[in-house]
Nanobody, 120 residues
Framework: QVQLQESGPGLVKPSQTLSLTCTIS??????????WTWIRQSPGEGLEWMGT???????TYSPAHESRASISRDTAKNVFTLQLNSVTPRDAAVYYC????????????WGQGTQVTVSS
């Protein structure tokens, strides 16, 4: 059973960099056929895909976030991280990490989500 757990600061000041980590257990970040994704949900909004890192380490980003977002991984620790630069209050959201099955294009495992507030 794959489990994902997000971690990071719950409060970030405007203009700072948000850094979140997703710890994977019960599976490997390098397993073929699975990609690893960051998704967020702002208050009153739907789910918003931010970016993905593949099992081989390639990354893709939403055009809305590619100038500020960076996803990386540490295969030894079996984690992947999201960095979002120059945050504003509009970046306040619940951030989720999820596993994507590249064959079915579906998200089959999700973390519980972590709330991020942007405020001075």
């Amino acid at each position: 059973q794959v489990q994902l757990q997000e971690s990071g600061p719950g409060l970030v000041k405007p203009s700072q960099t948000l850094s979140l980590t997703c710890t994977i257990s019960g599976g490997s970040i390098t397993t073929n056929g699975y990609y690893w994704t960051w998704i967020r949900q702002s208050p009153g909004e739907g789910l918003e895909w931010m970016g993905t890192i593949t099992n081989s380490g390639s990354t893709t980003y939403s055009p809305a976030h590619e100038s500020r977002a960076s996803i990386s991984r540490d295969t030894a620790k079996n984690v992947f991280t999201l960095q979002l630069n120059s945050v504003t209050p509009r970046d306040a959201a619940v951030y989720y990490c999820a596993r994507e099955n590249s064959g079915s294009y579906s998200y089959d495992y999700w973390g519980q989500g972590t709330q991020v507030t942007v405020s001075s």
